[in-house]
């Protein structure tokens, strides 16, 4: 009796869990049912909405055996919760303690009563309801043990569609003495640019690893019982990074003179950055990338953090998701990504993808051959997508397929600040100047 006991115990225990953490094996085809209050139901409904992912019932039949009647139910159950979460039992976690015992010392009668199928929707916390025993067959002269088939609504955790991206997390940037008596607030602001522009991008999925006890809060509300029932099966469902961005700030200086005149002044940035496979630990790429930024007037720290964050994004999309041209309507295009990707006003070189060269000697693919194109001039920027046309067009566009064209560097940029232009300007007019005697005598004709 006290082995029988265990056996259920342990079962029920499981039921909550697969609920909260599984997803659908490929095999399995149960039939959805209808979604839950507050889930869209049409691509209409969904139009303008966020997609967070919603709650869904999938609707399924599964038999079971045991030594007793309570033992059959519970496997019966077990291998309905399966079928929909497909994944490994997993008996560690304290949060699925209010689901032990559902079965316990119930007989056959019990177990098929409408009550029983109540009491199997609160103690699994709403993740199993609809709960019904559709025969419940005693043991025989051949087979000693009890059989079960059940049907019931097994709740599931539709995930947001843009989990299928490659998820990211920012890691602080560490700074040192480079933002002197400033050096905490530049990092959060950098880390936050960067965030802000790598979401925009839509490229990836990017995770949260600040310090959010909100967050957390909300998870211990939900498991508490404080929310509905049907919100359990959030719990379990946090995503794990692919990979992690690392950034060290080198340089941040913002006083030193522009020119003998001190009208302007540059400031010069350096910063190494790397992107780290969570799984294997792989360095995928690193790299350093410096420049300045020259004000007359303003903020010379916002300017530098404008531009070392347009330069550090630039690199990582250049290497995994370069901006390429969406469609096209003669010299009119529509390019993939907007936001911080690229800035209106701008210039970029194009180029067209040819075939994919392989290292001889790896193996490893050294990448698509590029042909110049054209420049492509950026007239207006929305969060997801940029315009813009294209100017110094070398090829044939007629024979482009769709997806061959991407941006590389950043060519001529037209929107210049009005200060960096001024206090550029003076500089090249000081270096013609100065390199005027070179030129020849203004005396000699026979020059």
Not at 43 to 58: H, I
Not at 136 to 158: N, Q, T
Not at 188 to 206: H, K, P
Not at 391 to 414: F, H, M, T, W, Y
């Amino acid at each position: 009796m006290i082995s029988q006991a265990r056996a259920t115990l342990a079962a029920t225990c499981a039921v909550a869990l697969l609920v909260a953490c599984g997803q659908q094996t490929p095999d399995d085809k149960p039939v959805a049912a209808p979604p839950q209050s507050g889930a869209a139901s049409s691509p209409a409904a969904q139009a303008g909405k966020p997609d967070v992912g919603a709650v869904e019932r999938v609707h399924v039949s599964a038999s079971g055996v045991g030594a007793s009647a309570a033992e059959a139910v519970d496997q019966a159950l077990r291998q309905a919760i399966m079928q929909v979460t497909g994944t490994t039992i997993d008996l560690s976690s304290t949060q699925f303690k209010t689901a032990l015992g559902a079965a316990v010392g119930r007989d056959a009668i019990t177990l098929s009563s409408a009550g029983f199928a109540e009491l199997v929707s609160q103690t699994t916390r709403g993740a199993v309801t609809n709960f019904k025993v559709v025969s419940l067959d005693a043991p025989g002269l051949m087979e000693r043990v009890y059989k079960a088939s059940i049907e019931a609504d097994v709740a599931k955790f539709k995930a947001p569609a843009d989990t299928g991206k490659l998820r990211i997390a920012i890691a602080p940037l560490r700074i040192g003495h480079a933002g002197g008596n400033n050096a905490e607030r530049i990092a959060a602001e950098l880390r936050q640019r960067i965030t802000d522009a790598l979401t925009q991008s839509g490229r990836f999925t990017v995770l949260e690893r600040g310090d959010a006890p909100e967050l957390y809060g909300e998870i211990e509300r939900i498991a508490s019982g404080e929310v509905s029932n049907d919100q359990f099966s959030k719990i379990g469902q946090g995503l794990g990074a692919d990979l992690i961005w690392f950034g060290s700030v080198n340089a941040f200086e913002t006083g030193r003179p522009a020119d003998a005149d001190q009208t302007g002044r540059a400031g010069r940035w350096s910063v190494s950055q790397k992107f780290v496979n969570v799984t294997t630990r792989e360095v995928l790429f690193s790299n350093t990338v410096d420049g300045g930024a020259v004000e007359q007037s303003g903020d010379r720290v916002d300017a530098m953090e404008s531009a070392m964050v347009r330069k550090v994004v630039a690199d990582i999309l250049v290497r995994l998701y370069p901006v390429s041209i969406a469609s096209r309507d003669g010299y009119n295009v529509v390019l993939s990504q907007g936001g911080q990707s690229v800035r209106q006003g701008a210039i970029y070189q194009v180029v067209r993808l040819g075939k994919e060269l392989t290292d001889p000697q790896t193996g490893r693919s050294l990448g698509f051959t590029e042909q110049e194109c054209c420049t492509v001039v950026v007239d207006r920027v929305t969060a997801s997508m940029s315009y813009g046309h294209l100017e110094s067009v070398k090829i044939n566009l007629d024979e482009v397929k769709p997806g061959e064209l991407q941006l590389r560097a950043e060519a001529v940029s037209r929107n210049e600040p009005a200060g960096a232009s001024s206090a550029a300007a003076k500089v090249v007019r000081k270096v013609v100047k100065k390199s005027a005697p070179l030129g020849p005598p203004a005396s000699d004709a026979n020059w």
